[in-house]
Antibody
């Protein structure tokens, strides 16, 4: 199982960033994909999840209204889009897979650094 | 949201000595089906977290048996029987019984 994320991004405040997470080595629609945020030197914060089987999405309250998570079954790729970026969004974003709704994350992407700076 | 509290914040351990990390949750992590959704991760410097222990006490594939997890309800512990140099990093507990998923603040383990 592999999750390969897109490369680092540098954005200005107010801009939008879209990160991808390409899955391989398993049936994409079998497992949830979650997104997590880790600000520099900080812990882990859950951003949201998508069920690739039916596209169902759930977002954390802190990101609601600014985030869209999607899954493209034609390319086995999940996406995280974050809008109206602010400096506090500067962080590494990880995708991770969970085998069912309650399971731990058994595989993680390598992380994508998003830097928001004017 | 379920609050996860880890102690200690940091730990310096002599190689070969044991280490123990505590994680307490603000709500029971015991699901009605009987499983408890508490997991442990290790984040080595410059790497994404890696799953060590799932559902309180199950070692993930490839995890050495010097790592063990225990506890129930709201109180959990990760133990390393004999710390090695490769074990340095930040350890996180995480609950997955409810959304949003929440993590403990992390315990940094260093070699003394």
């Amino acid at each position: 199982v592999q999750l390969i994320q897109s490369g680092a991004e540098m954005k200005k405040p107010g801009a939008t960033v879209k990160i991808s997470c390409q899955a391989s080595g398993y049936t994409f629609t079998d497992h949830y994909i979650h997104w997590l945020q880790q600000a520099p030197g900080k812990g882990l914060e859950w951003v949201g999840l998508v069920d690739p089987k039916d596209g169902e999405r759930v977002y954390a309250d802190n990101f609601q209204g600014r985030v869209t998570i999607a899954a493209d079954t034609s390319s086995d790729t999940a996406y995280l889009e974050l809008r109206s970026l602010r400096s506090e969004d500067t962080a590494v974003y990880y995708c991770a897979t969970a085998s069912n709704f309650w399971s731990g994350y058994y595989n993680w992407g390598q992380g994508t650094l998003v830097t928001v700076s004017s | 949201d379920i609050v996860m509290t880890q102690t200690p914040l940091s730990l310096a351990v002599i190689p070969g000595q044991p280490a123990s990390i505590s994680c307490k949750s603000s709500h029971s992590l015991l699901h009605s089906e009987g499983k408890t959704y508490l997991h442990w991760y290790l984040q080595k410097p410059g790497q994404p977290p890696q799953l060590l222990i799932y559902e309180v006490s199950n070692r993930f594939s490839g995890v050495p048996d010097r790592f063990s997890g225990g506890g129930s309800g709201t109180d959990f512990t990760l133990k390393i029987s004999r710390v090695e140099a490769d074990d340095v990093g930040i350890y996180y507990c995480m609950q997955s019984i409810k959304l949003p998923r929440t993590f403990g603040g992390g315990t940094k383990v260093e070699i003394k």
